[in-house]
């Protein structure tokens, strides 16, 4: 839901109760005011659990990269568990996001191979993300359009993501910078990351969403430079995103 008005360009989104819901599960109450929509990069694993078995196979339960030693063989699925303290008494269930109500997570979770005897010491709550409504309210240089001294920088402009928003930062910061010295940045190429991501956020989209970086957001490669294997195509997308961005840091030395 949007939490403020209209032309404040923020936006707010959660769950709605009795919506995607797992059969069996309970869901916490939420404001009878939140709308449905739920952002595909933060879902609740209830959510995801009603869409089918292999939705969270290919999601948080995703086994890339691990074999199994006692048969040679990638699972079939894996539960990541993050340590919280430098002890190693605390784990928290990474991807594991979720509405339900504490006892049925204390229920459903203790279903989990190796989780049978675990202590829930604190239990999962859902968050709001909030953003700009970018746009509509934001330009190129991370600045408001209407108020261009107003800079924003990190998820609330709808980069998603850790390392994404510290770029944000960066670029801000820059911005800011060259405003002081009297200069205007153009935004790095559409073939880097952050480009990709800053068109993104100031292309045109009523339904705009947060985008953390991924491939699908970059220019493909020509044709004829397109390897078909995988990793060489997306190896070659990333030194042309680095050359790219290399000659942008040059071209625009501060």
């Not at 409504?133 to 190129?140: E, H, K, N, T």
């Not at 405003?179 to 153009?186: D, F, I, N, Q, T």
């Not at 042309?240 to 840091?249: G, I, T």
Request: net charge positive; with cysteine; aromatic share 8%.
């Amino acid at each position: 839901m949007r939490r403020w008005p209209r032309q404040s360009g923020l936006r707010s989104t959660t769950l709605t109760p009795g919506q995607s819901r797992a059969p069996g599960r309970t869901r916490m109450p939420t404001a009878k005011a939140d709308t449905v929509t739920v952002y595909e990069g933060c879902m609740p694993i209830e959510i995801m659990a009603a869409r089918g078995a292999d939705t969270m196979r290919f999601g948080p339960l995703r086994p890339v990269g691990l074999v199994d030693p006692r048969t040679g063989h990638r699972p079939w699925a894996n539960v990541q568990l993050r340590a919280e303290n430098k002890e190693r008494t605390l784990y928290n269930i990474v991807g594991f996001q979720t509405n339900l109500k504490w006892g049925e997570q204390k229920r459903v979770f203790s279903m989990i191979p190796g989780l049978e005897h675990a202590e829930f010491v604190r239990y999962g709550v859902m968050h709001r993300n909030t953003f700009l409504d970018a746009p509509r309210v934001l330009s190129a240089g991370l600045c408001l359009k209407e108020h261009p001294n107003v800079f924003f920088a990190g998820q609330i402009t709808g980069f998603e993501g850790y390392m994404e928003s510290a770029a944000c930062g960066l670029l801000a910061a820059r911005n800011l910078y060259a405003r002081l010295e009297g200069r205007e940045l153009p935004p790095p190429p559409a073939d880097t990351m952050c480009g990709a991501l800053v068109q993104y956020l100031t292309t045109e989209n009523k339904n705009f969403q947060p985008m953390g970086a991924n491939m699908g957001i970059l220019p493909p490669l020509p044709e004829d430079q397109r390897p078909r294997d995988k990793r060489l195509r997306y190896m070659a997308v990333a030194e042309r995103a680095v050359a790219s961005f290399q000659q942008w840091l040059d071209e625009t030395a501060l």
